[in-house]
């Protein structure tokens, strides 16, 4: 049987502001040599060109596998493709009440579905503030399927110099939620061992 380090990891990248931080996982997961299935929303390639200097080629060319976000066909479409999990960087409000409902009108939310219910990772970068109830609902729901809510909230206690700094952080602990090795930042180590390490 397939180690899951040895599995493709799902990535989709959706309309939110934030497209960075997918399209940065992406080239930090190509250096780690970490297969990668690519599903891009169609309001992320309009978010690429307003926050970014990256074309959808581009993107793409940073993935293993690309998927047409209309794909219902697609092998992550199917629970028996087996992948390490999915992240969805960023993820928006609709991509977001879509997952907590089922509602898989799309590749984006199939794939999602499925992590769910074949129990794999599944962690959402959700892109909004302020946060009214229906999206923290929306967002309990999702929990209590199993996914991993990681809105991208910055931590300054390892001293960000720039902004990618404060992005690597972010993505640094979405990796750590379905298993892969990186050293994006610095990690608490405690006060009394001088606080961060290196690793």
Known sequence: MTEPRNLPLVLAITGATGVIYGVEMLRILRELGQETHLILSEAAGMNLAIETD???EDVKALASVV???KDVGAAVASGSFRTRGMIVAPC???TLSA???SFTYNLVIRAADVTLKERRPL???VRETPLHKGHL???TRVADYGGTLLPPMPAFY???QTVMDIVHQTLGKALDQVGIEHNLFARWTGKERGGLSDQ
């Open 99 to 101: 997952i907590a409902n």
């Open 123 to 125: 962690v959402l970068l």
């Open 137 to 139: 609902e929306l967002m």
């Open 67 to 69: 998927y047409s976000n």
């Open 54 to 56: 990256y074309s959808i």
């Open 158 to 160: 390892h001293k960000p």
């Open 92 to 94: 928006t409000i609709k």
